[in-house]
């Protein structure tokens, strides 16, 4: 299994315009000035692609999928998960457009009912097909994946977790490899679906708590309770500097960065 960390952002993105329209005076550790020198501090909007098994599976399709997918050269999508429906998570669908046309049918999206739903809504014209289409309109079909089950023949598992007053968001297991990109709390029943794993990619957000995110003490207390075999953080404000962070972290638990490829079992 392969995955491409598309990318490793906050809903803000590195750098940050805050920091811009204050002439990045405010910004932690000067991270949004590093940023635009060091492609390692750049972080657009979390988003990761699997490929395994020949399917190219997309989880999320970030406000920065467009760009996402020049930088990586991705040439097809055959599904994309859901994790939940805030912006930053789902505002690239209309995007999936080119793939949809150049695929000659639908891209099959999944996620929960409560996610599904969101997504429906901000995007009524896709589900609503209006009689002038104008640029094109992207083709896709819904599925409500809440419990384990094949996707393009590859077992997911659904992993519910607590983001905050969001309902139905939920990272994946595929294979040994999980990814939860948004969370606050995991579940003692989502514990148990991830146990065993070789790769833990896991919200970071920042240094300092918040009500809705793990914050660095918070994910690393929790990569140990999981206890995967190798962790890469992504989904990371400014605050996070890997350089100065990362010489704190166990040698098996890194800062993503986008770009990353990482293989996995």
Not at 23 to 45: E, L, M, N, S
Not at 82 to 96: E, F, N, V
Request: hydrophobic share 35%; charged share 20%; glycine share 8%.
């Amino acid at each position: 299994m392969k995955i491409v960390m598309l990318g490793t952002g906050t809903s803000h993105g590195v750098p940050t315009l805050d920091c811009m329209l204050n002439d990045f005076r405010t910004c932690p550790h000067g991270v949004c000035q590093k940023a635009i020198a060091d492609p390692r501090y750049r972080r657009t909007r979390s988003s990761i692609l699997v490929t395994v098994d020949g399917q190219s599976i997309l989880i999320d399709t970030s406000q920065d999928f467009r760009e996402q997918m020049l930088a990586n050269r991705v040439r097809r999508i055959d599904a994309v998960l859901y994790t939940h429906g805030h912006a930053d998570h789902i505002y690239g669908l209309a995007d999936i457009r080119s793939y949809s046309h150049r695929q000659g049918g639908a891209v099959d999206i999944y996620g929960s009912e409560e996610t599904l739903n969101t997504i429906r809504g901000c995007f009524d014209y896709v589900f609503r097909r209006p009689q002038y289409e104008g640029g094109g309109i992207p083709n896709v079909e819904t599925h409500v994946l809440n419990t384990p089950g094949l996707v393009k023949g590859v077992k997911v598992t659904p992993v519910p977790v607590i983001h905050g007053p969001t309902n139905g968001c939920q990272g994946y297991r595929i294979g040994n490899t999980a990814y939860l990109p948004d969370v606050k709390i995991i579940p003692d029943a989502s514990l148990a679906l991830l146990e065993g794993l070789d790769l833990l990619i896991l919200n970071c957000l920042r240094i300092r708590p918040h009500a809705s995110h793990l914050s660095l003490s918070e994910s690393l207390a929790s990569v140990h309770r999981i206890g995967p075999r190798r962790c890469l953080f992504t989904h990371m404000t400014h605050d996070i500097d890997y350089q100065l962070e990362e010489r704190t972290l166990p040698d098996w638990v890194r800062f993503a960065y986008d770009g990353q490829v990482v293989e996995s079992e």
